[in-house]
């Protein structure tokens, strides 16, 4: 949402802005604002250790209604599928506010595929006045849900504005995290970035991920895999425990988006199961292989830029090897168009809804 943020900002004559921030990532969430340098107006503070999705979204409802009744906002934008983005959208709602759904339209039709993020844009988009779709699939998918035309449009996804943002500023920007993570990672290596979270591959599917990561790391002298770790245990423990005393394999903590930005730029090939990551990695040329069975970014692997590799050890393992030994593979996947836009999804937004204020 920080490049959509900027763009408001730019139009004060127009709209009055503000931002509200639940903060339920909380370190994830300072270092972007500090990045992008953006105060919220409203900061929640919802996040708990421990805390339960149900417990997670009555707190978003109970906090989040006296700033609506207090400000009394015409439009409430929300970003995805996040819990935040799904309990705000129900909270402007019942406020009164038009809600404005940013990256709309996802789907994988599967409410356990992604899990809760199915179900939170299918709700978020039920709710929704206006669809802020990224692709005419994206688009598609609203209109057989009956959403009507002329409130959806096709801008590509802000993800993209922001990851050029980001480029831009890395070329001057400089932290400590940033200069600890220049120091240890070997670029004069062929760098696998490595990202893994979702509650869907827990227990077994991490097992199997670690071990193709391991198969990797031995069968390949001239590849160094860095992986930042997810805090979950249910990640960190089985991660470790296979992979902790593999020394071409760097586990290190998780990165501000930043230094993820940068690490991402500095990778010969990212394997992940983010959706954000599957969007943002076409554009620096970067092919993904992504650890899940099931994507809401179809238009990703129907063009090439992807490759859906689920939790299978083999598969994993075969693909990877053929991007580090097949070279024309590897520059076909590295040159192909991204479908998820260009950088200009934000001014797009803001000139949409200047057409119907």
Request: with cysteine; glycine share 6%.
């Amino acid at each position: 949402m920080a490049p959509l943020v900027k763009e408001f900002l730019k139009n004060t004559d127009l709209f009055e802005t503000k931002i509200c921030v639940t903060a339920q990532h909380r370190e994830m969430l300072d270092q972007v604002l500090d990045f992008f340098g953006i105060i919220p107006d409203y900061d929640l503070d919802l996040m708990r250790s421990g805390q339960s999705l149900n417990l997670l979204t009555a707190r978003i409802f109970r906090e989040l209604s006296p700033i609506l009744e207090s400000f009394k906002p015409d439009y409430v934008y929300v970003h995805g599928d996040t819990t935040t983005s799904m309990a705000a959208a129900i909270a402007g709602f019942y406020g009164g506010a038009k809600i404005c759904h940013i990256e709309a339209g996802l789907r994988t039709f599967n409410k356990q595929s992604p899990f809760p993020e199915e179900m939170n844009r299918c709700v978020t988009g039920s709710v929704a006045d206006f669809h802020f779709a990224p692709t005419i699939t994206s688009k598609n998918n609203l209109l057989r849900e009956s959403v009507r035309e002329d409130t959806i449009s096709i801008t590509g996804n802000t993800v993209i504005d922001a990851l050029k943002m980001s480029i831009e500023k890395l070329k001057t920007y400089n932290s400590k995290e940033l200069n600890n993570l220049k120091n240890t990672v070997d670029t004069n290596k062929k760098i696998i970035l490595v990202t893994g979270h979702r509650r869907e591959n827990h227990g077994q599917g991490f097992i199997n991920i670690c071990s193709a990561l391991k198969q990797i790391a031995t069968k390949n002298k001239e590849i160094e895999i860095v992986y930042p770790v997810h805090l979950n245990p249910k990640v960190l423990n089985p991660v470790h425990e296979i992979l902790g005393t593999e020394k071409s394999i760097k586990l290190i903590k998780p990165l501000s988006y930043p230094s993820f930005v940068w690490l991402m730029n500095k990778a010969k090939i990212i394997i992940t199961d983010s959706g954000g990551v599957q969007e943002e990695a076409p554009s620096l040329g970067k092919p993904v292989l992504v650890m899940r069975n099931t994507t809401e970014r179809p238009e990703a692997v129907e063009s090439g830029t992807v490759i859906l590799v689920g939790t299978d050890t083999d598969k994993i393992v075969l693909e990877t090897t053929k991007l580090l030994k097949d070279t024309l593979l590897y520059d076909k996947m590295s040159k192909l168009h991204n479908p998820y836009g260009d950088g200009k999804s934000s001014k797009r937004i803001v000139e949409f809804i200047k057409n119907i204020v």
